[in-house]
């Protein structure tokens, strides 16, 4: 799997962090989600942009 399909990384958004692709969610709030209990059903209905 290429990470790229999924994560892009531009110094304008988010200041460089790591977002999901065509977004501007940080990998790292999602991944912070995961961590504070959030399911990924929980997550997606949060945010109908992730698939």
Known sequence: MDYTNYISI???IRF???CISGT???V???LGWFASGMTTEEILKDFPQLS
């Open 10 to 12: 531009d110094s304008g």
């Open 16 to 18: 460089g962090k790591p």
């Open 24 to 26: 501007r969610i940080s």
């Open 28 to 30: 790292y709030d999602v």
